[in-house]
């Protein structure tokens, strides 16, 4: 139990290659509170920029390969928020960019409470949609 609440407060204690962080610098210059993983042969990096939740994942030689922004609703682009406003409550929303193509991914709550995750193109246009 003492293991688990170390590793809990103190993260997980990876330390990425110098490519990943001098790539992370250039990129969220003034980020707060990063906790590096190790995933899959990659480094995750979980920070906050402007008050926002960022996940960033890198190549183990450093490369930026996804982020992604935890967003409030408001801040998603007018098309979009209407759009997946008119299906229901958003719950969640999430802005990705992989490789300057831009997603939205969109959690929306029915008027029977069911849960449905939409991901939809910056244009607004839908990608995929499950229920959850």
């Given at each position: ?10 993260g997980?204690?990876v330390?990425p ?6 790539t992370?610098?250039?990129?969220f ?56 406003s008119?299906?229901g409550?958003?719950m ?17 709550r ?23």
């Amino acid at each position: 139990m003492k293991e688990f609440l170390r590793k809990l407060l103190a993260g997980d204690g990876v330390s990425p290659t110098e490519l990943c962080l001098r790539t992370f610098n250039q990129n969220f210059e003034d980020a707060i509170n990063v906790e590096w993983f190790e995933k899959e042969n990659n480094y995750e990096a979980i920070f906050y920029l402007n008050n926002l939740e960022h996940i960033a994942l890198f190549t183990l030689t450093g490369f930026l390969e996804e982020y992604r922004l935890n967003i409030p609703a408001n801040y998603l682009p007018g098309h979009i928020n209407n759009m997946v406003s008119s299906r229901g409550e958003i719950m969640s929303s999430v802005m990705r960019n992989k490789g300057n193509k831009v997603e939205y991914e969109v959690i929306v709550r029915d008027k029977e409470l069911n849960r449905h995750l939409i991901t939809l193109s910056d244009m607004g246009k839908a990608i995929e949609e499950k229920k959850l």
